[in-house]
């Protein structure tokens, strides 16, 4: 089967960092996404993992460890428009290659 | 920018009537997915496509829901019939190796 969770909600401040945890058990890995959703929109592709370490865009970067079966979503200099959900996403070939959503982490910036 | 455009944006139906969403995922990408969301459960896998074939409907009522893709250009979700407890949006999504890009959804009431 496959288990993927994540914090339900956190609040930061303006101008801060946040660190989104996501943890999963899978059969098998074939990479872990995240994803940005604003209330009423679309999941939006963040970033992609495949191999372990931190991959960086800008002011969102994305850990992984795949023996710990653990990954991290950094978001830094927070704005108000960065109050939104995270989703973490697994693909996993033993099950088709079909991409797995966490309950997503809805966060909220405050000023 | 190409986007995967989903019809409607919104339906309200009567409880045992059919419902029918259309998605165009974008052009080149051969893997179509179908996910639910809703404030309890979250994003739900319902259907997989890969090539137009159908890979894993595991997440989907059977008795009552149905995916196909008639052509490249067009997958389709029906339900038939609806019950108050389909309500959720539904969100299509398709991708080429990764990520995936989402549809703007159906917003599905059912009454």
């Known amino acids: 089967g496959q288990n993927i969770d994540q914090p339900t909600e956190m609040t930061a401040t303006e101008g801060a960092i946040v660190q989104i945890n996501c943890t999963y058990q899978?059969?098998?890995?074939?990479?872990l996404f995240w994803y940005q959703q604003h209330a009423g929109e679309a999941p939006t592709f963040l970033s992609y993992?495949?191999?372990?370490g931190l991959e960086e865009k800008g002011r969102f970067s994305s850990f992984l460890s795949r023996s710990k079966g653990y990954s991290y979503l950094l978001l830094k200099e927070l704005q108000m428009k960065d109050s939104a959900s995270y989703l973490c996403?697994?693909?996993?070939?033993?099950?088709?290659?079909?991409?797995?959503f966490g309950g997503g982490t809805r966060v909220l910036v405050k000023p | 920018d190409a986007r995967v455009t989903q019809t409607p944006r919104h339906k309200v139906t009567e409880m045992g009537q059919e419902v029918t969403m259309r998605c165009q995922p974008i052009?080149?990408?051969?893997?179509v997915f179908w996910y639910r969301q809703t404030m309890m459960q979250g994003l739900e896998l319902l259907a997989y496509?890969?090539?137009?074939?159908?890979?894993?409907d595991s997440g989907m009522p059977k008795d009552r829901f149905s995916a196909e893709m008639p052509d490249a250009t067009l997958a389709t979700l029906k339900i038939q019939p609806s019950e108050p407890r389909d309500s959720a949006v539904y969100f299509c999504?398709?991708?080429?190796?990764?990520?995936?890009?989402f549809g703007n959804g159906t917003r599905l009431t059912v009454t």
């Open positions: 999504a398709s991708g080429l190796n990764s990520p995936l890009h």
């Open positions: 899978t059969s098998g890995f074939n990479g």
């Open positions: 993992n495949v191999l372990d």
């Open positions: 996403a697994v693909r996993d070939p033993a099950a088709g290659n079909k991409l797995t």
């Open positions: 052009l080149g990408h051969n893997t």
């Open positions: 496509f890969r090539n137009r074939a159908p890979l894993d």
